[in-house]
């Protein structure tokens, strides 16, 4: 039997606060001690007059009113209660302090997204029960202590493949608060590929209407109207979570090809794909029309993405020429910049000449050859940013055992150990670690159709990534962090979040 006050599923007993130590990610640090605040009929939520606490006070009010009851006010008015400062020094743009005893809770931060996230401490701290939106008994303790937090890196991202399956603008919303929860600040959409092109660009009409009309399996497809698009952004930016755009290129381009005869280098438009095959399609490099075609779409892209990135893909280029492919990034890298953005491409872009400051995703395994890991080092030490995905541990298409009914297994299994157990600091031999910009998990959806599909695959990978991402090496301990997560799970089941029971961590009983 466990002693009192500690459970092995890691959910806090009813009625006692979740203690401090349990967040996950992990906050850099974490002092418990004090008395608890009891949330009440007469809290308020007390915000700076600022808009990024007002708007963080209005989050965390429509979070937990409907489970809680209360009126819950955000005033700018008294003391005490649930307190929202701007204006604390040396957190960075993304950390917060939170400080709990028995008057309130107080969150501060240097900036907005730094409440935002103290909020989502906050949130985990209280009991999973604060997420349903019907009433629920409480009590709604949040235990006293101090944690003073900031991310390790910048760059906490998921990806998602809008081409293989469409996922409406619905979806991707509810895929971003599941992203918001863990601190996650990068949404990655891959907006084309052979199987459709999702985006509306208004000179080249037939992408979306045509290029967009399937996907695999024969499917309707899907695209996202600006309008659609610029509400995503929005609604991820409310999340501070950034939107970065891929258009994938020279390969990944059967959708466009099949969309403009002209396009091709015979002339001839292909069919529209709906298999799962790569690498068979690329643009016509030597035509000068490839180049207005790849200005306009980046052009129209540009201007309503107002995150600093645009992911011009670059990977399983394998019907392009090497000599082709370096020209090709050589002439629309240049692009990019002319319309104000960074380029990101997946590491076969170090093969070319990445542009001054670009950032290159490494998807390579373990057992990626020691040639091609050193090629994106080398690059690394020339000052191209690196993103890190290694497809054996955070691809979250991958099957997580032989008996997974999603995903594929290209690169192997991948458990939930795996995906958690490895240190962005130090797994690209020879990059140096200030060149290492955060890690960001993809989820390719040749398999995936709903958004239960994808909380299938994400849950429970998808918090040990953000981890990797948010929290300090020194933090890192596999036996500590399987029952921080363990007691995560009560809080999907409220959310609604179908997960994968996995293995060797103490879930609690159903
Ligand atoms: C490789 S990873 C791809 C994608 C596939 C994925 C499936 C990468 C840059 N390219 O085209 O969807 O494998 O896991």
Same mark, same amino acid.
């Given at each position: 039997?466990? =002693?009192?006050?500690?459970?092995?599923?890691?959910?806090?007993?009813?009625?006692?606060?979740?203690?401090?130590?349990?967040?996950?990610?992990?906050?850099?640090?974490?002092?418990?001690?004090?008395?608890?605040?009891?949330?009440?009929?007469?809290?308020?939520?007390?915000?700076?007059?600022?808009?990024?606490?007002?708007?963080?006070?209005?989050?965390?009010?429509?979070? %937990?009113?409907?489970?809680?009851?209360?009126?819950?006010?955000?005033?700018?008015?008294?003391?005490?209660?649930?307190?929202?400062?701007?204006?604390?020094?040396?957190?960075?743009?993304?950390?917060?302090?939170?400080?709990?005893?028995?008057?309130?809770?107080?969150?501060?931060?240097?900036?907005?997204?730094?409440?935002?996230?103290?909020?989502?401490?906050?949130?985990?701290?209280?009991?999973?029960?604060?997420?349903?939106? +019907?009433?629920?008994?409480?009590?709604?303790?949040?235990?006293?202590?101090?944690?003073?937090?900031?991310?390790?890196?910048?760059?906490? #991202?998921?990806?998602?493949?809008?081409?293989?399956?469409?996922?409406?603008?619905?979806?991707?919303?509810?895929?971003?608060?599941?992203?918001?929860?863990?601190?996650?600040?990068?949404?990655?959409?891959?907006?084309?590929?052979?199987?459709?092109?999702?985006?509306?660009?208004?000179?080249?009409?037939?992408?979306?209407?045509?290029?967009?009309?399937?996907?695999?399996?024969?499917?309707?497809?899907?695209?996202?109207?600006?309008?659609?698009?610029?509400?995503?952004?929005?609604?991820?930016?409310?999340?501070?979570?950034?939107?970065?755009?891929?258009?994938?290129?020279?390969?990944?381009?059967?959708?466009?090809?099949?969309?403009?005869?002209?396009?091709?280098?015979?002339?001839?438009?292909?069919?529209?794909?709906?298999?799962?095959?790569?690498?068979?399609?690329?643009?016509?490099?030597?035509?000068?029309?490839?180049?207005?075609?790849?200005?306009?779409?980046?052009?129209?892209?540009?201007?309503?993405?107002?995150?600093?990135?645009?992911?011009?893909?670059?990977?399983?280029?394998? +019907?392009?020429?090497?000599?082709?492919?370096?020209?090709?990034?050589?002439?629309?890298?240049?692009?990019?910049?002319?319309?104000?953005?960074?380029?990101?491409?997946?590491?076969?872009?170090? =093969?070319?000449?990445? =542009?001054?400051?670009?950032?290159?995703?490494?998807?390579?395994?373990?057992?990626?050859?020691? !040639? !091609?890991?050193?090629?994106?080092?080398?690059?690394?030490?020339?000052?191209?940013?690196?993103?890190?995905?290694?497809?054996?541990?955070?691809?979250?298409?991958?099957?997580?055992?032989?008996?997974?009914? %999603?995903?594929?297994?290209?690169?192997?299994?991948?458990?939930?150990?795996?995906?958690?157990?490895?240190?962005?600091?130090?797994?690209?031999?020879?990059?140096? +670690?200030?060149?290492?910009? #955060?890690? !960001?998990?993809?989820?390719?959806?040749?398999?995936?159709?709903?958004?239960?599909?994808?909380?299938?695959?994400?849950?429970?990978? %998808?918090?040990?990534?953000?981890?990797?991402?948010?929290?300090?090496? +020194?933090?890192?301990?596999?036996?500590?962090?399987?029952?921080?997560?363990?007691?995560?799970?009560?809080?999907? !089941? =409220?959310?609604?979040?179908?997960?994968?029971?996995?293995?060797?961590?103490?879930?609690?009983?159903?």
């Amino acid at each position: 039997m466990a =002693a009192a006050g500690i459970s092995l599923t890691g959910a806090a007993p009813a009625g006692t606060a979740t203690p401090m130590s349990r967040v996950v990610p992990a906050p850099a640090s974490v002092q418990p001690g004090g008395s608890p605040y009891r949330i009440t009929d007469s809290t308020r939520i007390r915000v700076d007059g600022s808009r990024g606490a007002r708007e963080a006070g209005e989050y965390l009010a429509d979070i %937990l009113r409907p489970s809680t009851g209360y009126r819950l006010p955000v005033t700018t008015r008294g003391d005490g209660g649930l307190q929202l400062r701007l204006g604390a020094k040396g957190l960075g743009a993304e950390g917060y302090r939170l400080t709990g005893g028995s008057s309130g809770v107080t969150i501060t931060a240097s900036g907005p997204a730094g409440l935002f996230h103290g909020v989502q401490t906050l949130r985990q701290l209280l009991p999973p029960a604060v997420e349903m939106d +019907s009433v629920q008994p409480g009590p709604w303790l949040v235990a006293g202590g101090r944690i003073e937090d900031s991310p390790r890196y910048g760059w906490r #991202g998921a990806m998602l493949d809008v081409s293989r399956h469409f996922f409406t603008v619905g979806q991707v919303k509810r895929y971003v608060d599941q992203l918001a929860l863990y601190k996650l600040n990068k949404l990655h959409l891959h907006l084309s590929d052979d199987q459709g092109w999702r985006i509306a660009i208004d000179s080249w009409p037939r992408l979306a209407t045509y290029g967009g009309s399937t996907q695999v399996g024969g499917g309707t497809g899907g695209f996202y109207t600006k309008a659609d698009y610029r509400e995503i952004v929005r609604y991820a930016a409310s999340r501070y979570v950034e939107i970065v755009p891929e258009i994938d290129m020279p390969g990944h381009t059967n959708a466009a090809l099949a969309s403009y005869a002209d396009l091709n280098c015979d002339g001839v438009a292909p069919p529209l794909y709906t298999g799962t095959d790569v690498g068979f399609s690329s643009l016509c490099v030597p035509k000068d029309l490839t180049y207005d075609f790849v200005d306009d779409v980046i052009r129209e892209l540009a201007a309503i993405t107002p995150g600093r990135y645009l992911h011009i893909g670059g990977d399983e280029a394998h +019907s392009t020429s090497h000599e082709e492919y370096v020209a090709f990034m050589d002439r629309v890298q240049p692009v990019v910049a002319k319309y104000g953005k960074t380029v990101v491409g997946w590491h076969q872009l170090t =093969a070319a000449t990445p =542009a001054k400051g670009a950032v290159a995703q490494y998807w390579g395994l373990d057992s990626t050859g020691a !040639e !091609e890991k050193e090629r994106v080092a080398a690059a690394a030490r020339g000052g191209t940013g690196v993103v890190l995905s290694p497809a054996d541990r955070v691809y979250l298409d991958m099957k997580y055992d032989r008996d997974t009914p %999603l995903g594929l297994d290209w690169a192997g299994y991948v458990d939930v150990r795996r995906s958690y157990d490895w240190d962005p600091g130090t797994y690209l031999p020879g990059a140096p +670690s200030s060149a290492i910009r #955060g890690v !960001e998990a993809p989820l390719w959806s040749e398999t995936i159709v709903t958004s239960a599909d994808i909380e299938y695959m994400a849950f429970p990978r %998808l918090p040990g990534v953000a981890e990797l991402g948010w929290s300090s090496a +020194s933090t890192h301990d596999w036996e500590d962090y399987r029952v921080r997560l363990a007691a995560q799970a009560e809080r999907w !089941e =409220a959310l609604g979040i179908g997960y994968f029971r996995a293995p060797h961590v103490p879930w609690p009983a159903r």
